[in-house]
């Protein structure tokens, strides 16, 4: 079975839990909740800031922070990130600790304090594969970015109720 990103990368999907047949999402109501969830948090993160950058910037330079393009962590602990600070995080991943807090949302401020007190990534680790937090290490089948159009409809299909239920308050999505 293969593993997708959609969106952003970092977070995987098994592609027959996701789309059907044609390549269209399912809908969210017949997938597995924890799947939902992801799918669901990461249709709000998408276009956010990257985590880093506005630790650097801020709300007042907001202009000045990249988009985020990856992601990392777990639901509603998540980080995002775009391709210049993913070193950082990798590097606190691996070599500062950063592993023990894998499958925890403790990550997020973690790896934010972490980054505040100054920790960055020594100038030459860059280019370096990014890490799977998932054991199944499967190479990426192609992007699925041009299905998200798709997933935000099925998103607003979903009624308050539902997302009540689901957990997610989009009143607190904000970073
Ligand atoms: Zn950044």
């Known amino acids: 079975m293969g593993k997708v990103n ?3 990368r970092g977070w995987r999907f098994d ?4 789309f059907d047949e044609e390549g269209e999402l399912r809908p969210l109501e017949f997938m597995e909740p924890d799947t ?4 669901v948090r990461l249709a709000s993160s998408m276009g956010e800031p990257c985590d880093a950058c506005y630790l650097i910037h801020g709300d007042e ?17 998540e980080v995002l990130l775009c391709p210049d ?5 990798l ?12 499958g925890d949302t403790e990550l997020q401020d973690a790896f934010h304090d972490w980054f505040a007190e ?10 370096v594969d990014h890490v799977n937090t998932d054991p199944e290490d499967l190479p990426d089948v192609p992007d699925a ?6 997933l935000e409809e099925e998103i607003e299909k979903l009624d308050d109720e539902e997302l009540d239920a689901l957990g997610v308050d989009f009143d607190d999505l904000d970073l």
């Open 6 to 8: 959609i969106g952003l």
């Open 15 to 18: 592609e027959e839990e996701v």
């Open 36 to 39: 939902r969830e992801r799918i």
């Open 61 to 77: 330079d907001i202009q000045q922070c990249n988009v985020a393009r990856v992601i990392y962590g777990e639901p509603i602990g």
């Open 85 to 89: 600070h993913e070193a950082d995080f």
């Open 91 to 102: 590097y606190w991943f691996r070599e500062e600790g950063g592993k023990e807090y894998a």
């Open 118 to 127: 100054g920790g960055r990534a020594p100038e030459d680790y860059g280019g």
């Open 145 to 150: 970015a041009e299905e998200l159009p798709t």
